[in-house]
């Protein structure tokens, strides 16, 4: 299965069953089914579903994306000059724009299926490619302290582990 083979849904625009979705991760289903809304709804960030085609009720994954920023200053001196030889600009910058994959669940019946990754790639290139969409070019994730799921993202991307 790919994300081809699925139905892209914004947070909103179509009645869902996040009921019956189940990503394995307590947190993660609490939020797509309680909290990705309200979350939107003040701006913190969107929630996207992919759904199964000849169900379209039936989340088969999801993901929530939100602004931020990399601060250099809590970055060791390496990396804080890699990403200011980045960019043109005479003087590095404290900051720059990325944007934040803050939630990522793809349901158990899925699971084997790679659509993780694809949902990284995704988000990648929707974000960060030459017509991205908010002007940024770093993504970031926020995910549990939990070696498998560290290493997925460091498998499933060029994601750094900056502590």
Known sequence: ???ADLIFSPQGTAE???????????SVNKFFREEAL???DELFGKTYYWVHRDRPTEVVAGFTVANASIFTKRLPNARQKKIGREVHHDKGLINYPSILL???GVDLKYKGSHLGQQIIDFVMQWFTSPDNKSGC???IVDAYDEPHLLEFYQRNGS???LS
């Open 16 to 26: 869902l069953d996040l009921k019956s979705f189940d990503c394995g991760r307590k």
């Open 1 to 3: 299965m790919t994300l």
């Open 102 to 104: 803050a939630q990522l």
């Open 137 to 139: 070019r770093h993504l």
């Open 38 to 40: 309200d979350y939107q």
């Open 159 to 161: 994601f750094r582990l």
